[in-house]
């Protein structure tokens, strides 16, 4: 089932006002030009698989849901305007549905997806400070590894892409945070599969739905 990054951002939208009324109860909030605010996140990655196509035997590519930590770092350089760059990566595993041979495994392969985005947050000042941002990805596929029988080989094409982001920071105390963050990548790769003989694309497209906390330097 495809995720849906619209509804998201209309909620926060919608939230605005309201955030942007609540004041910090101490000095330590806020964000300030020069402030660097380092986040932990627990992060669930949901590949959407759109448009995907399968030479030869037909079908479509899915590629499972997958959670891990995340680290990301983001510099004002205004109290409104900071800049993003966030790091994980996770494993997934790749199948191919409804092709001739029927559903068939093509093993799991790892992601590398850096992405960069720039960020305008309204209300730098509120207890709730919402974000939104923009920017760019190139995503580094990696330890692919095939299962066996039918699929005895499998690469796939690194590649980049763009990337939308929603999110909340909500102080906490002194200079530590809670985060709720929302990105979606726009992202197409192709798999060659027993040295090209199969190959396979997709539009991965995968949202990225974070939870955290954060600190300010």
Do not use: C
Not at 60 to 73: F, G, I, K, Y
Not at 175 to 180: D, E, L, Q, T
């Amino acid at each position: 089932m495809a995720f849906s990054f619209r509804p998201l951002a209309a909620a926060l939208a919608l939230g605005l006002p309201l955030m942007a009324g609540t004041a910090h109860a101490d000095d330590q909030g806020g964000k300030q030009a020069g402030d660097v605010m380092v986040r932990l996140r627990g992060l669930v990655v949901a590949p959407e698989d759109n448009s995907s196509s399968i030479s030869a035997i037909g079908g479509a590519v899915s590629t499972s849901t997958t959670a891990v930590p995340e680290l990301d770092v983001s510099y004002f350089v205004t109290p409104n305007i900071a800049f993003e760059v966030i790091a994980a990566t996770t494993q997934h595993r790749v199948t191919a549905k409804n092709t001739a041979l029927g559903d068939v495994d093509v093993g799991t392969v790892w992601a590398l997806p850096p992405t960069v985005t720039a960020q305008y947050h309204p209300f730098p000042n509120a207890t709730f400070s919402p974000y939104v941002g923009a920017g760019l990805n190139y995503t580094f596929f990696y330890n692919a590894h095939a299962p066996g029988s039918p699929v005895s080989s499998v690469s796939y094409e690194n590649n980049p892409g763009a990337a939308l982001q929603v999110g909340v920071d909500y102080h906490v105390t002194g200079n530590w945070y809670a985060n709720f963050d929302v990105k979606q990548l726009f992202l197409n790769t192709k798999a060659k599969i027993n040295g090209g003989a199969i190959t396979a694309k997709t539009a991965l497209d995968p949202l990225l739905v974070g939870f955290g906390v954060g600190y300010k330097f």
